[in-house]
C-alpha cells in the first residue's frame, strides 16, 4: 500500500518544465525532511534536491541548481519540484522520500514517476 506517492512526470522537450508533486496520505510531510532521487537505466540512483524540515533549508545537485526549485505547500501536505530548462540527461525515474528526525518513526520512499525529455 502507498504512502507516498510521486505525480506530474511525463515527456517534455528539452528547454521545456515540468512540476513534480510528492503527497503523503496519512502523515504530515512538514514533519520530515523531503528528498528528491532520480534513477535512469543503468545508472546509480542520484540525488537531485531535498528541503530540511527544521529550518527549510534547501540543497540541489550541481547538475540541476538554477533549473530546479523544491517548495512545501503545507495546505496541500505536499511538496513540490519545479524542473525548468530540462535537458535529456534529466531523463530518469524521480523518486520522494521523506525522512524523519526522530530515530523511532520510519521513513518513506515513493513509488516514482518517469521524466523523459526528448525531441
Not at 528539452?14 to 535512469?40: E, H, K, N, T, V
Not at 540525488?47 to 534547501?58: L, M, Q, Y
Amino acid at each position: 500500500q502507498l504512502q507516498l506517492v510521486e505525480s506530474g512526470g511525463g515527456l517534455v522537450q528539452p528547454g521545456g518544465s515540468l512540476r513534480l508533486s510528492c503527497a503523503a496520505s496519512r502523515f504530515r510531510l512538514d514533519y520530515y525532511a523531503i528528498g528528491w532521487f532520480r534513477q535512469a537505466p543503468g545508472k546509480e540512483r542520484e540525488g537531485v534536491s531535498c528541503i530540511i524540515s527544521s529550518d527549510g533549508s534547501t540543497y540541489y545537485a550541481d547538475s540541476v541548481k538554477g533549473r530546479f526549485t523544491i517548495s512545501r505547500d503545507n495546505a496541500a501536505n505536499t511538496v513540490v519540484l519545479q524542473m525548468n530548462s530540462l535537458k535529456p540527461e534529466d531523463t530518469a525515474v524521480y523518486y520522494c522520500h521523506a525522512g524523519p528526525s526522530n530515530p523511532f518513526s520510519r521513513d518513506y520512499w515513493g513509488q516514482g514517476t518517469q521524466v523523459t525529455v526528448s525531441s
